[in-house]
């Protein structure tokens, strides 16, 4: 004879309530990876970005100096493969700010560039559009940071929520397993030691319609 379940297994609500605890961990886990990641794109950014900087102002130094032309070209050179770091590609589909201070950085080297090499601007004039061009270099460089630390404050909020939804979720199950589990089976443990004593009058309430509730139903026959 086999007795019909009603309500749902006490077995599968306590998995449900593992997989959700589980579930919360690997979420914030790839959320935290991912913010880290991006974090650490920026930290490259930075890093090129300063590059540019300190190669803008070796180009200055050596277009003011007497040095061989070709040594010139090569700093130039370097300074164009800076600017193609593939760093800066997902900056330039994902934050509209950093694309457009970019985009003005590049576009003025792009102008300056053939002046430096035929020699059109010299002394003064070379030197303030030089600095012209580190000042935009800067802008994007503060961009980058400022997104970068958003991305740190954001990984942080992450950390935080979902730390405080693991323990309200693991005190939530722990009450439930508390109420509907522990108290249940205490009370069955104690009425099948008073019937293993020989007294039969003793009644239970089933509280749910689960394996315990069945129990409990049975143990009152």
Same mark, same amino acid.
Not at 199 to 210: A, I, M
């Given at each position: 004879?086999?007795?019909? *379940? ?7 609500? #306590? ?22 990641? *991006? ?52 900056? *330039? ?57 958003? *991305? ?18 693991? #005190? ?50």
């Amino acid at each position: 004879m086999f007795i019909k *379940k009603k309500g749902s297994s006490i077995i599968t609500r #306590i998995s449900v309530a593992l997989a959700c605890i589980v579930s919360l961990a690997i979420i914030t886990m790839l959320l935290s990876y991912w913010v880290s990641d *991006k974090a650490d794109s920026d930290a490259l950014a930075i890093n090129v970005a300063g590059s540019l900087r300190m190669q803008s102002y070796k180009v200055s130094m050596l277009s003011q100096q007497e040095t061989d032309h070709n040594e010139l070209q090569h700093a130039i050179q370097q300074l164009d493969a800076s600017w193609q770091n593939p760093v800066f590609v997902r900056f *330039k589909h994902e934050h509209l700010d950093i694309r457009q201070s970019y985009q003005h950085a590049f576009d003025n080297w792009q102008q300056l560039q053939p002046s430096i090499l035929t020699g059109e601007l010299t002394g003064t004039a070379l030197h303030d559009a030089l600095q012209q061009q580190v000042l935009l270099i800067e802008q994007l460089v503060n961009l980058i940071q400022q997104d970068a630390e958003q *991305k740190v404050q954001a990984l942080r909020l992450i950390q935080v929520v979902a730390l405080f939804l693991t323990l309200l979720l693991s #005190i939530i199950v722990m009450y439930w397993l508390k109420s509907r589990v522990e108290e249940p089976l205490l009370e069955l443990t104690q009425a099948a030691r008073r019937i293993g004593q020989g007294d039969f009058t003793s009644r239970l309430t089933p509280h749910t319609e689960d394996e315990l509730g069945m129990l409990a139903n049975t143990l009152n026959k």
